[in-house]
């Protein structure tokens, strides 16, 4: 059986809307099957903050109801984990990253999401409002 990243059962696939939006910049942003680039290879942040230079490649957001996922660069964020701005051969030293995390059906923030860059997060969230861009260590959300 295949799982998308929130758990949610694979079933056919989500249906094509062609609207992923244009990256911006040197760096792929969105992806997915409706997507004509796919996320490269990144660092990975540890919760201790250390980064390790890596091949990790996610793509996550997609579902059975949504084509349009969004890169995540650093790996997983939870509450508390370190501030991220800027990683090594992906980007400028001052580009910060945001936590990209999913609302319950109450609105609520979960307890896990995936570093993106805040750019990035914020045209994902502007596409799914079900999403917030969260400062990772104070688990609040950013404008």
């Known amino acids: 059986m295949c799982i998308y990243w929130d758990g949610t059962r694979y079933e056919s696939g989500p249906a094509l809307t062609d609207r992923c939006p244009p990256d911006e910049g040197?760096?792929?942003?969105?992806?997915?099957?409706?997507?004509?680039?796919?996320?490269?290879?990144?660092?990975?942040?540890?919760?201790?903050?250390?980064v390790v230079p890596g091949g990790l490649n996610w793509c996550v957001g997609v579902t059975e109801n949504r084509d349009v996922g969004i890169c995540t660069y650093g790996g997983g964020c939870e509450p508390g984990?370190?501030?991220?701005?800027?990683?090594?051969?992906?980007?400028?030293?001052?580009?910060?990253?945001?936590?990209?995390?999913?609302?319950?059906?109450?609105?609520?923030?979960?307890?896990?999401?995936?570093?993106?860059?805040?750019?990035?997060?914020?045209?994902?969230?502007?596409?799914?409002?079900e999403f917030r861009c969260v400062d990772a260590p104070s688990w609040t959300e950013l404008p």
């Open 81 to 129: 984990s370190p501030s991220v701005v800027g990683l090594p051969g992906i980007t400028e030293e001052n580009d910060p990253l945001a936590c990209l995390v999913e609302t319950t059906a109450d609105g609520e923030l979960m307890d896990h999401g995936a570093f993106v860059f805040r750019e990035d997060c914020q045209r994902y969230r502007a596409l799914y409002p």
């Open 26 to 50: 040197d760096r792929p942003g969105f992806c997915g099957p409706g997507c004509p680039t796919a996320c490269r290879p990144s660092p990975f942040l540890l919760p201790n903050g250390a």
